[in-house]
C-alpha cells in the first residue's frame, strides 16, 4: 500500500480561482511534509515544507497540517496559468534520509 | 539554490546493452537519490547513497546498480536494459535528516528499444 495518497489525479479551475489539493498519509511515525511542484519537462522542486499542526502561509499558497488525521491539504488562492503543473505531496520520518512521494495532482489553471 | 545536473539528457538504448546514468551536485550535500518517473506512478526510488563509497537499495531496486564514487558524483548503471526501463530518470540531493528538502536535476529521458 502506498504510504502518501493524493486526491485528486486532476484539477481545473479558472485563472483566478482557488484551487485545493489533497494528501493523506498512512504512516504515524511521519513528522515532516512537503508539498513539490513538477513543471512540463522539468525536475521537481520543493514548494513549501509543513512541520507543525495548522496553516503556514506563503504568499498565495497556504499548506494546512492535521498530524492527528495524518493529513495535509494546500490551497492555492488567484491560481495563475503560471501555477499549472504536477504538484506531488512528500511525507518522511524524523529518523529517516529518505521521503515518500504520492502519485501527483495534475492541476490545469485555464485563463 | 542548489544545483543537480544530469547527463545525458536523452538517450536512446538497445535491449541487453549498458546504459549509464550520471549525476552531479555542486552543495556538498551528504544524501543523493535516483528516481524513476512513469505516468500513473508519480517519483519511485531505486537507489540512494548517504556519501561517498555507500549506496542503498530504494523501492525499485532490481535490474538497476549505483554507484558513488564522490560526494559530487552518484551514478545509475542499468547492465542489461529492457524496454520496461523506458521511464524518466531523476536525481536528487540533500542534508542529514528527515526533514530535509531534496533538490532535483532535470532528468534524463531514456528510451530503450
Known amino acids: 500500500q502506498q504510504k502518501v495518497q493524493q486526491s485528486p489525479e486532476s484539477l481545473s479551475v479558472p485563472e483566478g480561482g482557488m484551487a485545493s489539493l489533497n494528501c493523506t498519509s498512512s504512516?504515524?511515525?511521519?513528522?515532516y511534509f512537503w508539498w513539490y511542484r513538477q513543471h512540463s519537462g522539468e525536475g521537481p522542486k520543493a514548494l513549501m515544507?509543513?512541520?507543525?499542526?495548522g496553516d503556514k502561509k506563503e504568499g498565495r499558497f497556504t499548506a494546512h497540517l492535521n498530524k492527528a488525521s495524518l493529513h495535509v491539504s494546500l490551497h492555492i488562492r488567484d491560481s495563475q496559468p503560471s501555477d499549472s503543473a504536477l504538484y506531488f505531496c512528500?511525507?518522511?520520518?524524523?529518523?529517516?534520509?529518505?521521503?515518500?512521494f504520492g502519485d501527483g495532482t495534475q492541476l490545469v489553471v485555464k485563463p | 539554490e542548489a544545483a543537480v545536473t544530469q547527463s545525458p539528457r536523452n538517450k536512446v538504448a538497445v535491449t541487453g546493452g549498458k546504459v549509464t546514468l550520471s549525476c552531479n551536485q555542486t552543495?556538498?550535500?551528504?544524501?543523493m537519490y535516483w528516481y524513476r518517473q512513469d505516468t500513473g506512478h508519480g517519483l519511485r526510488l531505486i537507489h540512494y547513497?548517504?556519501?561517498?563509497?555507500?549506496?542503498e537499495k530504494g523501492d525499485i531496486p532490481d535490474g538497476y546498480k549505483a554507484s558513488r564514487p564522490s560526494q559530487e558524483n552518484f551514478s545509475l548503471i542499468l547492465e542489461l536494459a529492457t524496454p520496461s526501463q523506458t521511464s524518466v530518470y531523476f536525481c536528487?540531493?540533500?542534508?542529514?535528516?528527515?526533514?530535509?528538502?531534496?533538490?532535483f536535476g532535470p532528468g534524463t529521458r531514456l528510451l530503450v528499444l
Open positions: 547513497s548517504y556519501g561517498a563509497g555507500s549506496t
Open positions: 504512516d504515524r511515525n511521519f513528522q
Open positions: 515544507s509543513i512541520f507543525s499542526d
Open positions: 552543495n556538498n550535500h551528504n544524501n
Open positions: 536528487a540531493s540533500g542534508d542529514l535528516g528527515g526533514q530535509d528538502t531534496q533538490y
Open positions: 512528500a511525507a518522511s520520518e524524523r529518523s529517516n534520509n529518505r521521503i515518500f
